[in-house]
């Protein structure tokens, strides 16, 4: 495979999945109490989001880089 094809496919994957997920969620603990002995944490989820315009624009540059491939090749 050539490089831009193979670069080209895997923003394609990235972007479909950017669409269909819209963020990354994650759990991190964190100390809520810390007093000697006794210690309490607390899981905290959060979430990065990914907005729409970013998938599109890893879909659309990977469909560029498949046809400059198409032509290179």
Do not use: C, N, S, W
Not at 44 to 49: E, H
Not at 55 to 62: E, K, V
Request: proline letters at 5%; zero cysteines; charged letters at 15%.
């Amino acid at each position: 495979m050539k490089r831009y094809t193979l670069i080209g496919i895997i923003l394609i994957v990235i972007g479909i999945f950017a669409f269909a997920y819209q963020g990354i969620t994650f759990t991190t603990r964190e100390k809520v109490v810390d007093l000697g002995p006794i210690h309490m944490t607390a899981e905290k989820t959060r979430t990065l989001p990914l907005p729409p315009i970013v998938g599109g624009i890893f879909l659309l540059g990977g469909i560029v880089l498949l046809v400059v491939g198409k032509k290179k090749g």
